[in-house]
């Protein structure tokens, strides 16, 4: 196992980069490679060492890789090779967001202050990741613990956009969604915090998908939140991946307080009332681009036979402040009780100043707390009361397009980032207090060609009903193509 190569800003340049090609990968999404390999038309081993080959060739310029580990990845894809094929999945080659508990693999927030120390053994939820059939090769980078939009670390250290190399990839999952954007990955882990799965697929243009709450185990630093609001699942660069995914996980592991999706339809099966929301209460006005894309799509989805009405956000005015509140309270947390969480290696002086700044607003505030908890646990608990009449609430998954890199820096000021990242990031933290679904569709393009996604809501439990939508508009509309 080694250290992959991550760039620095200073190296790159402004460009378009994919690994797309006639090899074992080819074009194929995920469910497509699974039934080649049933069909054994091609190896898990000759797909594994093709998305090898197509990391070696688009990381060094995207920075999205922060560990591999080929030689174990080698021996389950022999294994697999030799083997009755187990799972949906089976043989597909994918990675682990740096979030998770990966046995052989130190899991680091995307810090360097958590220490850089192999896990013994997988988490549960690396486990039952793992039973899916998918053959993880690697880490992928995130920001410090989650807290931004953008995969931007310490010194410099981006994960970059392959759609265009000068812009973002978003966050927290930044790394895993430029490598599947990128064509190296068919599929990769990535979780959701506050939008992490949402945005990072909005920008690249891929299918986001937020699962409910209780549909996957949690880490366990993530228990201890006095919300529950981190939810884990994978970028793809199809519905039907992620329906595969979804559908293949819950196989092995049994939904908390939710029903199991089940087999997922190509369409609903009734035609669906959606609320439109354009602009968020919680943020600043949406721009001229994400919202041209938002109208076209409610317009599809009204051809398709849909009810499409204007409806206000369901938003409380405070839910920015609250949840800013209960994300520093999280910042707090963890910088106060590292050593418990991550080891004695924990070095609470190699904190980004992001981190440092919400923890200190999070003291600042201290007092008001529980005023914040209270009024987002009213929040979570009404939220499904707020469809009303509507199914599906139809929004922006952030205020404006694909900023540059360097736009949320890990090294900029605190509250030159907090502002920045509060009026990006408008919509999605919602879904994250409340516990409902929500996924990110590639649904259309800025001016100068970069995606733009569009946010679909559903009641907590609903993901079956978001899914089958999200099915239907693919396969009526279908998503722009990096190599086209």
């Not at 680091?108 to 793992?130: E, H, I, N």
């Amino acid at each position: 196992m080694t250290e992959a190569t991550e760039m620095t800003a200073s190296t790159a340049g402004t460009r378009r980069v994919h690994a797309f090609r006639d090899d074992a990968l080819g074009y194929d999404d995920a469910t497509a490679l699974a039934e080649r390999v049933r069909r054994r038309e091609v190896s898990p081993t000759e797909l594994l060492e093709s998305a090898i080959a197509r990391c070696a060739e688009v990381d060094p310029v995207l920075g999205a890789l922060v560990h591999t580990d080929f030689d174990r990845a080698r021996h389950r894809a022999t294994r697999l090779d030799r083997s009755a094929l187990a799972g949906p999945l089976a043989g597909v080659p994918s990675a682990f967001k740096d979030a998770v508990q990966v046995e052989g693999a130190p899991m680091r927030l995307g810090s360097p202050a958590v220490p850089d120390t192999p896990a013994l053994t997988d988490g549960p939820y690396a486990q039952a990741f793992r039973a899916t059939g998918l053959n993880p090769l690697g880490i992928t980078a995130m920001p410090p613990f989650g807290w931004t939009a953008a995969t931007e670390r310490q010194g410099g250290l981006v994960t970059r956009n392959p759609w265009d190399t000068g812009r973002t990839s978003g966050g927290s999952s930044g790394g895993s969604s430029a490598l599947v954007a990128a064509g190296a990955l068919p599929i990769a882990h990535a979780n959701d915090g506050g939008g992490s799965i949402r945005i990072p697929a909005a920008v690249t243009g891929l299918v986001g998908f937020k699962p409910s709450r209780g549909r996957h185990p949690d880490e366990t630093f993530s228990q201890r939140m006095p919300i529950p609001i981190v939810s884990q699942s994978v970028v793809s660069r199809s519905v039907r991946d992620t329906s595969t995914f979804l559908t293949a996980f819950e196989a092995g592991h049994r939904p908390v307080g939710v029903p199991p999706i089940g087999p997922v339809a190509p369409a609903p099966a009734r035609r669906l009332r959606i609320g439109l929301v354009e602009e968020s209460p919680a943020g600043g006005p949406t721009d001229a681009a994400t919202l041209a894309v938002l109208r076209a799509t409610a317009e599809r989805l009204s051809s398709l036979g849909h009810e499409v009405v204007p409806v206000p956000a369901p938003v409380p005015p405070t839910f920015r402040q609250d949840f800013i509140a209960y994300w520093a309270l999280l910042a707090l947390s963890t910088s106060s009780s590292g050593r418990s969480l991550f080891g004695p290696g924990f070095d609470p002086d190699l904190l980004d100043p992001f981190t440092v700044g919400l923890a200190r607003l999070a003291r600042r505030n201290l007092p008001r707390i529980p005023v914040h908890l209270a009024r987002l646990a009213r929040v979570r608990l009404r939220f499904d009361a707020a469809f009303g009449d509507v199914d599906v609430f139809l929004n922006p998954v952030v205020a404006h397009e694909t900023p540059e890199v360097g736009y949320l820096d890990a090294d900029l000021p605190f509250e030159t980032h907090l502002e920045r990242v509060s009026t990006w990031v408008t919509f999605t933290p919602l879904q994250n207090i409340a516990g409902s679904p929500a996924v990110s569709l590639p649904t259309g393009q800025a001016p100068d060609g970069m995606p733009i996604g569009v946010h679909f809501s559903a009641r907590r439990g609903q993901d079956r009903l978001l899914l089958e939508l999200a099915s239907e508009y693919e396969a009526a509309h279908p998503f722009a193509r990096i190599w086209a």
